[in-house]
């Protein structure tokens, strides 16, 4: 059954997807930052690891636009007349470009994909691990650490899957047949753990959310901001656990839109404070929701062992008194230099 050729396929797609996505990942993790130093906060770990992220997912998008300038990406393989037909003993330039962008996207795309999972996990590890003996903190580090297994194994597997014959994986088909493991068993696998820990990232912070004194509307509107993550797992490119004859370009045209919309959805939610204020409506009200829970979640929970005592600004002042949670803000004044709430060192 052949294959049916969606528009992802076609070069002026895959252009589009690779300029237009590393344009919006640079933009939005440029307001992250902003966002951060306006609200006077340290940059923290879910900050810095957004950088590599995007630089990787830089990685993955120049090789495929110029393999489409050069028409091995999103082009029909060229076979010569002298090969008379069989497609695993040719060894073009065409073939050869597309093995080199093959092996550099399953070597990058683990370290897209699991630095943008990380960021979620700190950011997570942020606002909800309180208790550093907690049974959040544990379970969130224990996410982290695997992550980093997940990313090294996969790294190191692509990497050696020609053993240290490293051009056998661009030489031609038969080369790579005859000297490297099977590459859509690997891919496959990666698919399949990789929506796993989408799914699992996905649902984490859902019952935190609902165990907090807050209205059924704010819980809702939270909840959406987080499960914005859930376009990551819609990626069709998962669709290979189904079937691993599918087109080079498809496959890695999908990877690059998943690591590149991952970058942009980890960075809305320290969006909020750019747009306060602003008539954007729904967009607006559930991006300011997430940063009142972030803000006053931490206050209750540390408000059953002690008195709160860190210096408040005028912002997080009305956002307290508006949730009903940090009685008391009016009282305080602002000190002279503003602290991270959520700096607990």
Not at 105 to 127: D, E, H, N, Q
Not at 314 to 340: C, F, T
Request: aromatic share 12%.
């Amino acid at each position: 059954m052949a294959f049916d050729k969606g528009y992802w396929c076609a070069p002026a797609h895959v252009i589009a997807a690779g300029i237009g996505l590393f344009i919006l990942d640079i933009t939005f993790v440029t307001l992250r930052f902003v966002a951060r130093k306006k609200q006077r906060q340290t940059l923290k770990a879910d900050d810095w690891i957004v950088i590599p992220a995007t630089l990787f997912t830089l990685g993955i998008s120049i090789p495929m636009v110029y393999g489409v300038s050069q028409k091995a990406i999103g082009y029909p393989y060229e076979i010569p007349p002298e090969a008379e037909g069989n497609g695993l003993l040719v060894a073009t330039r065409q073939i050869s470009l597309a093995g080199q962008i093959q092996w550099s996207y399953y070597l990058i795309l683990p370290l897209a994909l699991g630095c943008t999972k990380m960021s979620f996990l700190f950011f997570y590890r942020r606002v909800f691990a309180i208790d550093r003996t907690g049974a959040t903190n544990i379970f969130l580090v224990g996410m982290i650490v695997f992550i980093i297994t997940w990313i090294a194994a996969f790294f190191l597997t692509s990497l050696f899957q020609c053993k240290l014959y490293f051009s056998a994986a661009w030489t031609s088909p038969i080369v790579q047949l005859e000297h490297c493991i099977s590459q859509p068993k690997v891919a496959l696998v990666l698919t399949i753990t990789d929506f796993i820990t989408d799914i699992i990232i996905l649902v984490i912070p859902i019952p935190l959310i609902w165990q907090l004194n807050l209205k059924p509307t704010k819980k809702i509107a939270v909840t959406a901001v987080f499960l914005l993550g859930v376009v990551c797992t819609l990626n069709p490119n998962k669709s290979i656990a189904k079937s691993v004859k599918v087109l080079i370009t498809s496959i890695q045209y999908w990877g690059l839109v998943e690591s590149g919309v991952a970058v942009f959805a980890a960075c809305l939610p320290t969006l909020w404070i750019l747009i306060k204020g602003w008539s954007w409506g729904p967009v607006a009200v559930v991006a300011r929701n997430l940063a009142e829970f972030s803000n006053s979640s931490l206050q209750r929970l540390r408000s059953k062992n002690s008195k709160p005592s860190i210096p408040i600004t005028d912002s997080m002042d009305r956002e307290y008194i508006k949730l009903g949670v940090y009685q008391q803000a009016k009282d305080l004044e602002p000190g002279p230099e503003q602290k991270d709430p959520f700096d607990r060192s």
